[in-house]
Nanobody, 120 residues
């Protein structure tokens, strides 16, 4: 079994910064893509940023230049540095990972979500 645990959400003023972290634990052989999604009230979940095991990244247009995704493969951890936050960034942020387990099964794993609120 594999679990993802997010941390770092909270309330921040417009223009502020937050750093989200997500740690994967359990029977892990390797992790391919890791990413962050978000879901705002009344909206569909959307991909925010994704990073491969080799470090290639992609971002949704609305966060380019403001958010940075990174990962520490040795710690099975992915980060999302969010700068210049806007009220429209308010959402529940979910961590996602494609994991190959110790028994070589492939799993699409999600975290429980962490709330980010951008408001004055």
């Amino acid at each position: 079994q594999v679990q993802l645990v997010e941390s770092g959400g909270g309330l921040v003023q417009p223009g502020g910064s937050l750093r989200l972290s997500c740690v994967a634990s359990g029977s892990i052989f390797s992790i391919n893509k890791m990413g962050w999604y978000r879901q705002a009230p009344g909206k569909q979940r959307e991909l925010v940023a994704r990073i491969t095991s080799g470090g290639s990244t992609n971002y949704v247009d609305s966060v380019k230049g403001r958010f940075t995704i990174s990962r520490d493969n040795a710690k099975n951890t992915v980060y999302l540095q969010m700068n210049s936050l806007k009220p429209e960034d308010t959402a529940v942020y979910y961590c996602n990972a494609w994991v190959v387990t110790g028994t070589k099964a492939s799993l699409d794993v999600w975290g429980q979500g962490t709330l980010v609120t951008v408001s004055s």
